[in-house]
């Protein structure tokens, strides 16, 4: 089968289109003939090594967390899913998605909410979950409160807007100019240019602030945060770790990173909105996956708006 591997650790020359053997699924997996894969700056920061310490020195990779497409077999102690589903597996740092075939646990495989495509599918699971637990679960947003995200045009940050949205929040969106219309129509009540303007320090106070693009320090975002208020960034490093330790000992602010992982239940609730059309995911470019080097140096350029995906077959 056609793959995108790597020998090694380094720049996207690293990167070749190569014929692998096609996997064969464990009991507990479903192999899947994938239709599109995301592409995260996780997947290039893996691509230079920045995550070896988990993804290992055994070469070569095929590269790729998330993908659809459709089952083509069920593991034994998969019962959920037969052979034509249509699915979207949230993979692992295990990697592999970038290819014609991927095994993926039976765990980290849900169904496809039918009124979307496999390029917009195949895009949810790393912005969405990260979203999803960042607002969810460690800022416990709800009606009324003042949500700022930071970031709020890219793919964490499209996803965020629109929960932050849905969940009755005050929400205001960080973005340059020309995204502005974009993060207004995914439901912001307003948005700030941050190359006019520093949000920190314009004497607003919000509940919440999701920094999805870690641009800006808890040290820096404490002032523009209410009594309560939490502060949520999407790079762990010793720097949040130690602001993590600290706010959790005192009553007051808080800090908190993510590091997404596979809850069933977070993409569940993201399907299920966006089956009933509540989140849409906003696709910026479709590249075919011959081109993954153009879809790795444009997400690198970090002026992504929305989502980049792989079109696989
Ligand atoms: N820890 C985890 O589990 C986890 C999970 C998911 C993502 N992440 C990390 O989260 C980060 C964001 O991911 P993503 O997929 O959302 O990236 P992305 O889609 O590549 O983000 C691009 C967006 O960032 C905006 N942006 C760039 N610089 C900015 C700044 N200084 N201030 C405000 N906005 C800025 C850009 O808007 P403009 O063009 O308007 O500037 C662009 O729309 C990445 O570093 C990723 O690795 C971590």
């Not at 053997?21 to 507990?28: A, L, Q, T, V």
């Amino acid at each position: 089968m056609k793959a995108v591997v790597f020998r090694a650790y380094g720049a996207n020359d690293v990167l070749e289109i190569r014929d692998m053997p096609k996997p064969s699924p464990g009991p507990d997996e479903v192999l899947i003939k994938v239709r599109a894969a995301g592409v995260n700056p996780v997947d290039w920061k893996v691509r230079k090594g920045e995550a070896r310490f988990l993804t290992g020195w055994k070469f070569p990779k095929i590269l790729g967390i998330e993908s659809a497409g459709e089952v083509v077999e069920a593991g034994p102690h998969v019962a959920t899913y037969k052979a034509g589903d249509a699915v979207i597996a949230s993979g692992s740092l295990r990697l592999g998605a970038y290819a014609e075939y991927v095994a993926v646990s039976g765990k980290n495989v849900f169904p496809k909410p039918e009124n979307i495509s496999f390029e917009e599918a195949a895009a949810i699971p790393i912005a969405g979950m990260t979203a999803t637990v960042a607002l969810r679960d460690k800022g416990r947003i709800g009606p009324g409160k003042k949500v700022l995200i930071n970031g709020a045009s890219g793919g964490v940050g499209t996803f965020a807007v629109q929960i932050a949205r849905l969940s009755d929040a005050e929400v205001t969106g960080v973005c340059s100019a020309g995204n502005a219309e974009l993060v207004k129509d995914l439901g912001a009540d307003r948005v700030i240019d941050y190359r006019e303007q520093d949000f920190t320090k314009s004497g607003a106070r919000y509940d919440i602030i999701f920094d999805t693009v870690s641009s800006r320090s808890f040290g820096e975002c404490t002032r523009a945060l209410t009594a309560n208020g939490v502060y949520i960034n999407t790079l762990p490093s010793l720097s949040i770790f130690w602001n993590i330790f600290k706010t959790s000992l005192l009553p007051g602010k808080k800090a908190f990173t993510i590091m997404v992982g596979h809850k069933k239940a977070d993409m569940e609730w993201l399907c299920g909105h966006i089956g009933a059309g509540r989140l849409k995911v906003v696709l910026d470019r479709v590249y075919p996956l011959e081109q993954v080097k153009e879809a790795f140096s444009y997400s690198e350029t970090g002026r992504v708006r929305g989502k980049v995906v792989l079109k696989v077959i």
